[in-house]
């Protein structure tokens, strides 16, 4: 088995916003003495690649819409599968199916930037000192793997893996008061929609393995992708 935990959401993304229907790929100036954002035509790759997302979106996209695509999730995920003769791939982290997250109402995208313990959307500040992520279109992922002879296995919220996988018998496995309450306070981060629970999505990714995966026994959304 193979455990890639908020892997993706680290990889290099590129950014776009619409004008006119048009696609312009935003990227980074030096001005006086700090960086900001600027606008120019995209690269035929990534041309292509939004293209490719937004013809196939339920609705489309007002114009100034903001967001983020990584091409990278493919020669990565590729690279993975060849090293899996047989097993499985879980993948956890931050993201959507791909008509959620490209949703006409997110338009300022999902790039996040953390630093100390603090959550913010501009990549323009602390430069060098922060981690800088943009959730995961799990679509993308789905077709990589399908694309590299990889079979899903299951596709949920992290609430519903971590239910299913019995996250509840090692809370209460736990002696003494101090030990419970730490584990059920570290549970409900993992588990609550507001923290983590809804957020963060569970992938399986496998090679040659046919047994079902326990951790999608409570939940299956991988119509959704």
């Known amino acids: ?7 993706l959401d680290a990889l290099p993304c590129r950014r776009f916003t619409l004008r006119s229907g048009a696609v312009r ?20 790759a990534l041309a292509r690649a939004c293209d490719a ?6 609705a489309p996209l ?10 990278r999730v493919e020669p990565w995920i590729a690279g993975v599968g060849q090293c899996l003769e047989r097993g499985v ?11 959620h997250y490209y949703h006409p109402q997110r338009v300022t995208g999902t790039l996040r930037c953390h630093f100390k313990q ?6 323009y500040v602390n430069v060098g000192v922060q981690d800088i992520t943009a959730w995961v279109d799990f679509t993308r992922v789905a077709e990589a ?14 609430t519903a893996f971590l239910l299913a996988t019995d996250i509840e018998s090692l809370i209460a496995e736990a002696t003494g ?19 983590m629970g809804e957020a963060f999505k569970v992938m399986a990714l496998a090679r040659g393995y046919g047994n079902a995966l326990s951790g999608f026994a409570l939940q299956d959304l991988r119509h959704s992708l």
């Open 89 to 99: 791939l879980l993948l956890f982290d931050y993201g959507l199916p791909r008509a």
């Open 53 to 58: 997302v937004i013809c196939e979106l339920p």
């Open 1 to 7: 088995m193979l455990l890639a935990n908020e892997v």
């Open 177 to 195: 008061t101090v030990e419970h309450a730490r584990r059920a306070g570290e549970a409900r981060r993992l588990l609550m929609p507001g923290e």
């Open 118 to 123: 603090r959550a913010h959307d501009d990549p």
């Open 25 to 44: 790929e935003l990227g980074v100036a030096l001005g006086a003495n700090t960086f900001h954002e600027r606008e120019a035509p995209p690269d035929a």
């Open 145 to 158: 793997a399908v694309a590299s002879g990889l079979e899903l296995l299951g596709f949920a919220t992290q």
């Open 62 to 71: 007002p114009d100034g819409y903001i967001s983020e695509l990584c091409l």
